[in-house]
């Protein structure tokens, strides 16, 4: 299993049923130190105690019926899409994160996805270049689960290297990266 948390519940829990499974299959968890000290990554004692893993998160701020975009992400761009999207004060964008990658968790994401409508766009958003990150396995296998959708993705171009190697550059491209995936630049 591969699985990319963005909360301690998250993480608690993953490991937990890791461990109270029968049959043990590897797991790889891509959580990157910078959630540890993100000030949205946490839980509260009740998630920790009673809560349970989550393959797919949806998006409990927005009211589906004003949706037009969906956004699907994993690890810590989710919390940079979340200040962009209130940033930019855009209620008409949702903001699904993936917490497991591989098994695809279709029947979950299957759920989450009913409630919106079918004119609506799927967005796959991931900070890594194109021939990087998740894009390439969820291409291939997210247009079954998201037939009625139209999918895109949004990513920075193909590259040798994940970094630019300028802060400045860096940065700029992040910005570019929200812009595009709320829709608001192409």
Not at 5 to 30: D, E, G, S
Not at 43 to 57: H, M
Not at 88 to 115: F, G, K, T
Request: glycine share 6%; proline share 5%; net charge neutral.
């Amino acid at each position: 299993m591969v699985m990319n948390l963005t909360t301690p519940a998250q993480l608690f829990h993953a490991l937990r049923r890791q461990v109270m499974r029968k049959i043990r299959k590897p797991l790889v968890v891509m959580t990157p130190k910078s959630l540890l000290r993100h000030p949205q990554a946490i839980s509260s004692l009740e998630e920790l105690a009673s809560g349970q893993f989550e393959k797919v998160i949806g998006d409990p701020d927005v009211d589906a019926s004003k949706v037009k975009r969906i956004l699907l992400c994993l690890g810590k761009v989710y919390f940079e899409l979340l200040a962009a999207r209130a940033e930019a004060q855009i209620d008409h964008v949702a903001i699904i994160r993936m917490e497991q990658v591989y098994p695809l968790p279709d029947v979950e994401l299957n759920e989450i996805l009913s409630v919106y409508a079918d004119d609506c766009e799927l967005v796959w958003v991931q900070e890594e270049p194109a021939n990087m990150g998740a894009w390439g396995f969820l291409l291939r296998h997210l247009r079954g689960v998201a037939g009625r959708f139209r999918l895109d993705g949004v990513y920075r171009p193909e590259s040798a290297s994940p970094a630019t190697g300028s802060k400045a550059s860096h940065q700029f491209e992040q910005n570019l990266l929200m812009r595009q995936a709320l829709g608001l630049e192409e």
